[in-house]
Every structure is written in C-alpha cells, then in structure tokens.
C-alpha cells in the first residue's frame, strides 16, 4: 500500500491502507493465533513469497500495527511479531469478520478450507 498520507476522506480508506489488501489480514490472523515467526508465517500462508512477506510485515511494523522483538538465543537469532499493545483492540476486529465471513459463506453455500 505504501506511504500513509496525512489526511483521508474516509476511515475506512486509511484501514484498508493499514490491513487491507491480499496479504495483511491473513498474516495479522497467523500472528494473532500463533504463527508468530517468519518462518511459520511461511509455512502457514504458502502460497506467499518470502520477499512479498518480509515486504508486508515490514509495512505492518512501519505503521506501527506490528511490534518485532528480536530474542537473542545463542546461536540463532529469533525473530517474534506481536500487535502492537496500543492497537490490541484488532486482535477482536479480525476475529469478528473471520466470524461474519464464515457465516456469509454458510448462507450462501460458498467453501471455506480452514
């Protein structure tokens, strides 16, 4: 999505630019339930390329959604994302439109493959 502009017509804008397209949402649900690593993120969205990856969490930290602790254990070093504790209030947000989703999938015969 790139650069955030300081001024927006519509709330809704700015989310899309902060969570929205292909990738985000589906990265910030893995993190949210686990997948907190680069390489589970990999393993767990495989139809995602490591570059496109990286690119998007570093986005999601750019703007301050995600936080990345670097855990030095000897000899590999571990890198470990979280949302960020001032935007917790997404961790419900996400879990609300898997909900809706799944629901809207339902009523209208449309497969989910969880």
Not at 43 to 60: G, H, M, N, Y
Not at 81 to 86: G, K, L, M, T, W
Request: charged share 25%.
């Amino acid at each position: 999505m790139g650069k955030l502009k300081t001024e927006y017509p519509c709330a809704l804008i700015l989310s899309h630019n902060l969570i929205g397209g292909k990738w985000k949402l589906r990265i910030l649900w893995h993190i949210i339930h686990g997948d907190n690593r680069f390489s589970l993120l990999l393993k767990a969205i495989p139809d995602i390329t490591q570059k496109e990856l990286s690119s998007q969490l570093k986005e999601l930290e750019k703007n301050h959604i995600l936080k990345r602790t670097v855990i030095d254990d000897n000899p590999p070093k571990v890198v470990v994302y979280h949302i960020a504790e001032e935007y917790s209030e997404l961790v419900s947000i996400i879990e609300n439109v898997c909900t809706f989703t799944k629901g809207y999938a339902k009523n209208n015969r449309i497969k989910i493959e969880d």
